[in-house]
């Protein structure tokens, strides 16, 4: 079974901040790669998809990169809307497997 | 747009099965190419996949939780539905389906409201 983890668990920062949230695959699941904003409540909403797409109506400020087993979710400029929990999929070979969630918090 | 619900008891007891329904407007769960999902969240903790299944019925499981889910679809409904044998209060969650974003591509797009199950006697 792939594992993900991803870092930080709990990363704190300020309105106007570049944000990295960091994804490591325990073996290569390609491009198959995704990630998801949830707020408490709420079911999670696809920000990326395939390592890089940035999904509709998801602001620019969002963006992906990464292959084989390490990935990572930047926000340019973190705005009062982004604080919330990140989490990274892999979805290569039929499985799903979500890392354990990064919550982003306000400093 | 793609609308999912889910729906079933809100409580069962230990050693039972759960049974949830994902009842989907906007389009058909045998709509060819397209698979459909359920994940679940433990209370306060992260995401947990449970499987997909393809539109021609063809399922996929968690490794973790494959002897006791299964996973099925009613195309006379345009339903999904999920069973998960023997629970135990490690099944408490909440129970989401969800469809993947398009063809070619299983990143979770559309989201029910979710669910939540507890167990308990």
């Known amino acids: 079974d792939i594992q993900m983890t991803q870092s930080p668990s709990t990363l704190s920062a300020s309105v106007g901040d570049r944000v990295t949230i960091t994804c490591r695959a325990s073996?290569?699941?390609?491009?198959?790669l995704a990630w998801y904003q949830q707020k408490p409540g709420k079911a999670p909403n696809l920000l990326i998809y395939?390592?890089?797409s940035l999904e509709s109506g998801v602001p620019s400020r969002f963006s992906g990169s990464g292959s084989g087993t390490e990935f990572t979710l930047t926000i340019s400029s973190l705005q009062p809307d982004d604080f919330a929990t990140y989490y990274c999929?892999?979805?290569?070979?039929?499985?799903?497997?979500f890392g354990q969630g990064t919550k982003v918090e306000i400093k | 747009q793609v609308q999912l619900q889910e729906s079933g008891p809100g409580l069962v007891k230990p050693s039972q099965t759960l049974s949830l329904t994902c009842t989907v407007s906007?389009?058909?769960?045998?709509?060819?190419?397209?698979?459909w999902s359920w994940v679940r969240q433990h209370p306060g903790k992260g995401l947990e996949w449970i499987g997909y299944?393809?539109?021609?019925?063809?399922?996929y499981y968690n490794p973790s939780l494959k002897s006791r889910v299964t996973i099925l679809a009613d195309t006379s409904k345009n339903q999904l539905s999920l069973k998960v044998n023997s629970v135990t209060a490690a099944d408490t969650a909440v129970y989401y389906c969800?469809?993947?974003?398009?063809?070619?591509?299983?990143?979770?797009?559309?989201w029910g409201q979710g669910t939540l199950v507890t167990v308990s006697s």
């Open positions: 969800a469809r993947q974003v398009h063809l070619g591509d299983l990143a979770l797009r559309w």
């Open positions: 906007g389009d058909s769960v045998s709509n060819a190419g397209y698979y």
């Open positions: 299944i393809f539109y021609s019925g063809r399922t």
């Open positions: 073996q290569s699941v390609s491009s198959w």
């Open positions: 395939k390592t890089s």
């Open positions: 999929q892999q979805y290569n070979n039929y499985q799903g497997t």
